[in-house]
């Protein structure tokens, strides 16, 4: 059974999220959509809520614009879970994460993890970005926040940090850096989203990323396991539209 929470920025009669869940998650779940419009809380405060709120031991903080592909993914979620050493399971991620530069994405190629279908409104068209292809789980240093699903036990001892980070960047990288002192974080194949928006790097990012590095000074860069400090940035992701065609001038 899993326990879903969305920051909501939508109408209350806008459900086009809560029947995608319904029709492809394949399990038992609830659906905590908390209203965030009326009185604008940063994305921590609502997730912490939502922690607080759900009755499941799995629970997944994801964007209300990110839509599920494939049937069946709860099932496939929870079977990560059994692994008792696995806290957080993403589906785009890194295991090398600079101290100069906190785009996740920036290591590149082998280091980068998963894989999401992207909306490219620009271009008129949906494209599958790969990040990398192996077909593996892979612990990873941070994951995108866009699908967070997490072990609610967690939370007895850990929070989303609102009081560092009061806007909407970062809380993905900070509680990843939190679930990594006790459990791993892993990036999995198994699960194919659609996100229908991609990353800001606004002023408001560029602040987070200042509290971020302030944070965890001492811990930057951070890698995973095993993993050397590349010399150099590998290539980006690949991107494909759906036929399978290459679009090498399109990024994410």
Same mark, same amino acid.
């Given at each position: 059974? $899993?326990?879903? $929470? ?13 029947? #995608? ?15 965030? &419009? ?15 709120? +759900? ?26 879970? &059994? #692994? ?22 920036? +290591? ?38 866009? /699908? ?24 993905? /990288? ?13 990036? &999995? ?11 800001? #790097? ?21 890698? &995973? ?13 690949? #991107? ?9 001038? $399109?990024?994410?």
């Amino acid at each position: 059974m $899993i326990s879903v $929470i969305v920051c909501s920025r939508r109408e209350p009669a806008w459900d086009l999220h809560e029947r #995608n869940i319904a029709a492809t998650i394949g399990v038992d779940y609830e659906y905590i959509r908390i209203e965030n &419009t009326t009185s604008p809380r940063g994305i921590c405060a609502v997730y912490n809520e939502g922690a607080q709120k +759900a009755r499941y031991e799995c629970v997944v903080f994801v964007h209300e614009d990110v839509f599920f592909m494939e049937q069946g993914w709860g099932k496939v979620l929870l079977g990560k879970f &059994t #692994n008792a050493h696995i806290g957080l399971v993403g589906v785009a991620g890194t295991e090398v994460l600079y101290g100069s530069d906190l785009r996740w994405h920036i +290591a590149g190629q082998p280091h980068i993890k998963g894989r999401l279908v992207h909306e490219i409104p620009t271009h008129s068209l949906f494209v599958l970005t790969v990040y990398s292809w192996d077909k593996t789980d892979a612990e990873v240093v941070v994951a995108d926040g866009l /699908f967070l699903a997490m072990r609610k036990s967690l939370f007895s001892t850990i929070r989303f940090d609102d009081a560092t980070f009061k806007a909407f960047h970062f809380y993905d /990288f900070d509680i990843c850096m939190q679930v990594r002192t006790s459990h791993s974080c892993i990036v &999995t194949w198994d699960i194919l989203v659609k996100h229908f928006s991609g990353g800001k #790097n606004d002023p408001t990012w560029h602040d987070a990323a200042a509290l971020f590095k302030e944070k965890y000074a001492g811990e930057l860069p951070a890698l &995973t396991p095993g993993i050397s400090l590349p010399k150099s940035f590998g290539p980006p992701a690949q #991107n494909f539209d759906l036929s399978g065609k290459a679009q090498p001038g $399109i990024l994410i």
